[in-house]
């Protein structure tokens, strides 16, 4: 009979190196993760305007209302309250909670259609309106709802809008993602970003990953958008995951030296 010894050593190195790499950008961020966020929240501004950017940060009671049910009719009005946020015209995106399969369809780079798909959200490319298609399950989360649907409006504004196009930005995703941040809900971005769910077959929990900054990159995203509001001590870091609000203190001290 072969005995197989537990290296408990090798196996804590092997988590760690999952954790980082889930906490790290899921795409490689052209220059460096400090200059693309840097060069990209400016765009973001010079594209949208510093009103925008000025506006105070969503926090959780501003979004999630009151005795949140979890079911798709307060789901669909929590979305509403994101898309007024983000200054998504009514009846300008379709919104349903269709969405299943882990089925991926790539993004028509020429054509009438094109698909952009994030976890457990989709934007779609209509011909007389955009749709947004969630996952159902989503409902039972309202802040990785809030998250996920503001990516996907995310979308709506800079592809459907034609402010970006496919081929020209193939950053696109992460730069939808720090478009949640400029218009102020990073916070909601960033604690959906990692979390641990229970195992399928209910033995302990495992790591899941959300977005494409994650939160090695939205806890720098974070701070500069801080740093652009002339914040030095943001009173809302209170709301963020631990690690996310650590790290973007220590990012935003590092700015205003």
Same mark, same amino acid.
């Given at each position: 009979?072969?005995?197989?010894?537990?290296?408990?050593?090798?196996?804590?190195?092997?988590?760690?190196?999952?954790? +980082?790499?889930?906490?790290?950008?899921?795409?490689?961020?052209?220059?460096?993760?400090?200059?693309?966020?840097?060069?990209?929240?400016?765009?973001?501004?010079?594209?949208?305007?510093?009103?925008?950017?000025?506006?105070?940060?969503?926090?959780? #009671?501003?979004?999630?209302?009151?005795?949140?049910?979890?079911?798709?009719?307060?789901?669909?009005? !929590?979305?509403?309250?994101?898309?007024?946020?983000?200054?998504?015209? %009514?009846?300008?995106?379709?919104?349903?909670?269709? !969405?299943?399969?882990?089925? =991926?369809?790539?993004?028509?780079?020429?054509?009438?259609?094109?698909?952009?798909?994030?976890?457990?959200?989709?934007?779609?490319?209509?011909?007389?309106?955009?749709?947004?298609?969630?996952? %159902?399950?989503?409902?039972?989360?309202?802040? =990785?709802? +809030? /998250?996920?649907?503001?990516?996907?409006?995310?979308?709506? $504004?800079?592809?459907?809008?034609?402010?970006?196009?496919?081929?020209?930005?193939?950053?696109?995703?992460?730069?939808? #993602?720090?478009?949640?941040?400029?218009?102020? $809900?990073?916070?909601? +971005?960033?604690? /959906?970003? *990692?979390?641990?769910?229970?195992?399928?077959?209910?033995?302990?929990?495992?790591?899941?990953?959300?977005?494409?900054?994650?939160?090695?990159? $939205?806890?720098?995203?974070?701070?500069?958008?801080?740093?652009?509001?002339?914040? !030095?001590?943001?009173?809302?870091?209170? *709301? $963020? #995951?631990?690690? =996310?609000?650590?790290?973007?203190?220590?990012?935003?001290?590092?700015?205003?030296?």
């Amino acid at each position: 009979m072969i005995r197989r010894v537990r290296n408990p050593i090798g196996m804590l190195r092997r988590s760690q190196q999952v954790r +980082t790499q889930l906490k790290s950008p899921r795409e490689r961020l052209p220059g460096g993760s400090r200059r693309w966020i840097r060069s990209s929240m400016d765009w973001l501004v010079t594209e949208f305007g510093r009103e925008l950017l000025l506006r105070p940060i969503a926090l959780p #009671d501003d979004i999630i209302p009151a005795g949140y049910d979890g079911s798709q009719t307060a789901a669909t009005e !929590l979305c509403g309250r994101v898309g007024e946020r983000m200054d998504l015209a %009514p009846e300008q995106c379709g919104l349903s909670f269709e !969405l299943v399969g882990d089925g =991926v369809r790539r993004p028509t780079y020429r054509g009438s259609t094109s698909v952009v798909k994030e976890q457990s959200g989709r934007w779609i490319r209509g011909v007389e309106r955009n749709q947004i298609q969630l996952a %159902p399950t989503l409902a039972a989360d309202p802040v =990785v709802l +809030t /998250a996920i649907y503001a990516h996907e409006v995310g979308h709506e $504004l800079l592809l459907g809008s034609g402010r970006i196009t496919l081929w020209l930005r193939p950053d696109h995703e992460p730069l939808t #993602d720090l478009l949640t941040v400029f218009y102020g $809900l990073g916070i909601f +971005t960033a604690n /959906a970003a *990692y979390e641990h769910r229970p195992r399928p077959n209910g033995r302990g929990k495992q790591p899941l990953a959300r977005g494409y900054l994650r939160e090695a990159a $939205l806890s720098e995203a974070l701070a500069y958008y801080a740093l652009l509001r002339g914040e !030095l001590r943001p009173t809302w870091d209170r *709301y $963020l #995951d631990p690690p =996310v609000r650590r790290g973007m203190r220590n990012h935003l001290a590092v700015l205003h030296r």
